[in-house]
């Protein structure tokens, strides 16, 4: 989920005065579904606090993510560049080097040209380091290389070694007589995993998480040492929370820019106690009302110091939805009627709608106006329209001006966008989606997920087949011939030929 919080676009002419700038906060969700808030249409699982926010502020009904998993969608977020022109964005080890360049443009970077402070705190997953990777010494490169003055994060995911917190390229906690080892290959000799130890495990794995077990959790990776830094997972959330809250107090005097990327609800889902049972849909419903009300926590130390009359928030999610993620957390069982995907197909891993279409929605109290937008808006477009709202003359290829969109001023957003899903891509213009040719597998069966794959072209009218079940690629051979230019034009050639799918 994302929140931006920002001033006025039409700011004072006296541009170095850091009081006549606005603050600017992003909280980023991680894997929260189309489906799974109230103000997109949940009756079964509440999210008060999200909803009030929603409601008073512009809701997006077609917000995108620019990947259907999480590193290439913080990529694109970040840089303003879609992620399927980077080679490496994607799913990261924790081990991964940083794969935003030291000499490449960031919202920070951007926003630092304009005497902001700058912060991080949450998921980072974007790789640390230049490959040489010393754990018990400052890692550099880290978020401070691109443009964070402060950082407070983890690595990679909550489900992946390291687990531990970094703070300004420093493991937090670490006592130098235990150094810390991490592998994504090989064991270290006598260290417990989820094959070899069932009997400590309290949370059982499905698949791909059998490796490293810390804190009665099985991760993927292997790691040894480090254990007066290792983090409790039931207090993530109040820990990533209070970094946020501590941050904004620290700078209300601003201007700041925080990117808060909370956890929930990535697997594992660890709700504090307070949390536990609270909804009555398993882990992943608890995880999502906590992540709710982390959010009116946030909100309200906003309000106590004074600084939402001067913050936009905008709210989003890095992809959408998954519900068996490789632990036996009876996010299936017990999911019931609720429907995380909303009314879209796929989910997480998926070219299909749910993969990528998303909570979103822009907040700025006494300065947009309450109501819903269906322009078509994208995260990567974050970057260029936030340098507008700054009045920085800072662009990037992909990243497209839609403030005056984001600010309800005008429902002009996007006429097209290109989607990925780990590194297939799709197009969708106007109301149009057409997913090209893509060889692999229907369904993810591990997660029950279908991924949009087919020898065939595909062709949906999102207006009318919002869950694109009547594949139109035959009956619309001119619309088809159309997409597929404008997808050429944007990403090259297809890799099968239009006249062997007998299109002309």
């Not at 079964?44 to 995108?64: E, I, Q, S």
């Not at 254990?227 to 820990?239: G, R």
């Not at 609800?265 to 307070?274: A, D, I, K, L, S």
């Not at 020898?455 to 139109?472: A, M």
Request: glycine residues 10%; aromatic residues 10%; charged residues 25%.
């Amino acid at each position: 989920m994302l929140i931006i919080a920002v001033g006025c676009k039409e700011l004072p002419k006296d541009q170095d005065n850091p009081d006549s700038k606005p603050n600017i906060v992003v909280i980023y969700l991680d894997d929260l579904g189309y489906g799974d808030v109230g103000f997109n249409g949940s009756k079964v699982l509440k999210t008060p606090n999200m909803d009030r926010l929603a409601n008073a502020g512009l809701r997006f009904t077609n917000g995108y993510a620019t990947s259907a998993t999480c590193t290439p969608s913080r990529y694109g977020l970040l840089t303003g560049k879609y992620p399927w022109r980077e080679k490496d964005a994607k799913i990261l080890p924790g081990t991964a080097p940083l794969i935003i360049g030291a000499d490449q443009m960031t919202i920070p970077k951007m926003l630092k040209t304009k005497g902001y402070h700058t912060g991080v705190v949450g998921k980072w997953h974007l790789g640390l380091g230049d490959g040489k990777l010393d754990w018990n010494s400052k890692i550099v490169p880290s978020p401070n290389e691109v443009g964070f003055d402060y950082s407070f994060i983890m690595a990679a995911t909550q489900d992946r070694v390291p687990t531990v917190y970094i703070k300004n390229g420093h493991v937090v906690g670490l006592d130098p007589k235990d150094p810390i080892y991490v592998d994504y290959d090989k064991n270290f000799p006598g260290e417990p995993t989820a094959l070899d130890h069932p009997e400590m495990l309290r949370l059982k794995w499905d698949h791909g998480h059998n490796n490293s077990i810390v804190n009665g959790i099985p991760r993927i990776g292997f790691m040894k040492g480090g254990k007066s830094a290792l983090w409790k997972d039931e207090q993530m959330a109040d820990t990533f929370l209070k970094e946020a809250e501590d941050y904004v107090t620290a700078q209300k005097d601003g201007p700041f820019f925080l990117y808060y990327a909370m956890q929930q609800p990535h697997v594992p889902r660890t709700p504090n106690p307070r949390f536990v049972g609270k909804t009555g849909l398993g882990a992943r419903g608890d995880v999502i009302a906590e992540a709710d009300w982390c959010v009116g926590e946030f909100v309200r130390i906003l309000d106590k110091q004074g600084l939402l009359d001067n913050t936009l928030i905008i709210f989003t999610s890095d992809n959408g939805p998954v519900l068996n993620d490789g632990y036996r957390d009876e996010a299936v069982e017990k999911n019931g009627d609720h429907t995380p995907w909303g009314p879209f197909r796929g989910g997480k891993y998926s070219l299909f709608d749910a993969g990528t279409h998303v909570p979103f929605f822009t907040y700025w109290k006494g300065k947009i106006q309450p109501g819903i937008s269906d322009a078509l808006v994208c995260q990567v477009d974050l970057l260029s329209s936030l340098a507008d709202l700054v009045q920085s003359d800072i662009r990037t290829q992909d990243s497209e001006d839609l403030m005056d969109v984001f600010l309800g001023e005008s429902q002009q957003g996007r006429s097209d966008l290109v989607l990925e899903a780990t590194s297939r891509t799709a197009y969708r213009k106007g109301d149009w989606v057409m997913i090209p040719p893509h060889k692999g597998p229907a369904v993810n069966k591990s997660v029950n997920i279908e991924l949009g794959n087919s020898e065939e072209y595909q062709l949906y009218n999102l207006k009318v087949d919002q869950g694109e079940l009547n594949n139109l690629a035959t009956s619309q051979k001119e619309k088809l011939q159309e997409m597929i230019a404008g997808y050429d034009q944007i990403v090259g050639k297809t890799e099968i030929k239009t006249e062997a799918l007998e299109l002309k």
